[in-house]
């Protein structure tokens, strides 16, 4: 953890050397400001069919910790917000959602 999964209109996503420097940006914003280790980030793109709302929907998942204060994670999203803006030109919706580590059972 984290994991970082954004959510783009299928008919709307951006090349891949875009995605590779958004998801560059996303790496650096999780260690450096999240202090995640790098083998924990996980970036994923979703295609998807547009209804209604934000052109993009990102949803990062993280394991809560004493550091990750509420203006840690402010700093956090907005530097999502801007790599988001910057890279593919859209305004997100951002959602994070902390866990308690005694609350996260995974494998690999």
């Known amino acids: 953890m984290p994991n970082v999964t954004i959510f783009i209109p299928a ?60 203006p840690v994670m402010d700093r956090f999203m907005e530097g999502l917000d801007d790599a988001i803006r910057n890279t593919t030109a859209f305004t997100a919706r951002i959602r994070c959602f902390g866990h308690a580590a005694s609350n996260i059972h995974a494998r690999n």
Do not use: K, S, W
């Open 11 to 70: 008919d709307r996503m951006p090349p891949d050397e875009a995605l590779a420097d958004l998801t560059e940006q996303c790496t650096q914003l999780c260690t450096n400001i999240l202090h995640a280790a790098l083998a924990n980030v996980h970036v994923i793109y979703v295609a998807v069919r547009h209804g209604r709302g934000h052109p993009v929907f990102v949803d990062i998942q993280y394991r809560l910790e004493p550091f990750r204060t509420p």
